[in-house]
């Protein structure tokens, strides 16, 4: 079985502070995403790498950075995180083959005040 | 420009009714579908999906039917159980791009005992 795991499930920070969200998977796969969920919104796609040190912009890159130093960890880093970036937030990894499927980490909650 | 549509944001069912959820899309550049399930503080976990040279798959209860020409699919659950009660999300994959999906909004699907 494929395992994505989160940091944190829930976090509180505050309007200003740096912020990482760890994502590790133990499945070697080339992937790795960072979405938002929101109500009414859906997932949105943030960033993605498809390899190491790898990394491209998704929908709405703006107040996000990433890393990806090892295949198996990516990073989401929210410089100076502001409220309207209180989320879900979503790690998913996935191979690189023609089926594509997403396999997701059980979300962290932010909250910034 | 929202390129996968769920015009439903909520739909309600009887337990061992069907259930249809209903999805359109606006690229032609999609060939491959998926659905995905998500539980409240729980991450997305893949259902099943479909190729764009195939009009329907099936694996145990679900059904998800695709209808090229008229840019549709749909995702039927025969029979509804409690335990279904999530919201799903359906998914597309770009033939120009080997990572990306792109996610609709959702519908809370509600299976009433």
Not at chain 1, 87 to 100: E, G, I, N, P, Q
Not at chain 2, 96 to 108: C, E, P, V
Request: aromatic share 12%; with cysteine.
């Amino acid at each position: 079985d494929v395992k994505v795991t989160q940091s944190s499930r829930y976090l509180v920070k505050r309007t200003g502070e740096k912020v990482f969200l760890e994502c590790v998977q133990d499945m070697d796969h080339e992937n790795m995403f960072w979405y938002r969920q929101d109500p009414g919104l859906g997932l949105r796609l943030i960033y993605f790498s498809y390899d190491v040190k790898m990394k491209e912009k998704g929908d709405i890159p703006e107040g996000y950075s990433v890393s990806r130093e090892k295949k198996e960890r990516f990073s989401l880093i929210l410089e100076s995180a502001s409220t309207n970036q209180t989320s879900m937030y979503l790690c998913a990894s996935s191979l690189d083959t023609v089926r594509k499927t997403q396999y997701f980490g059980p979300g962290t909650r932010l909250l910034v005040l | 420009d929202q390129q996968v549509k769920q015009n439903s944001p909520s739909l309600s069912v009887q337990e061992g009714r069907i259930s249809i959820l209903n999805c359109d899309y606006t690229n032609s550049m999609f060939d491959y579908f998926l659905w995905y399930k998500k539980y409240p503080a729980e991450g997305p976990t893949f259902l099943i999906s479909i190729s764009s040279i195939k009009d329907k798959n099936e694996d145990g209860r679900f059904t998800v039917f695709l209808n090229k020409s008229a840019k549709h699919l749909s995702l039927h659950i025969v029979p509804s159980q409690p335990g279904d009660s999530a919201v799903y999300f359906c998914a597309a994959r770009s033939r120009g791009s080997n990572y990306k999906l792109t996610f609709g909004k959702g519908t809370l699907l509600t299976v009433n005992p």
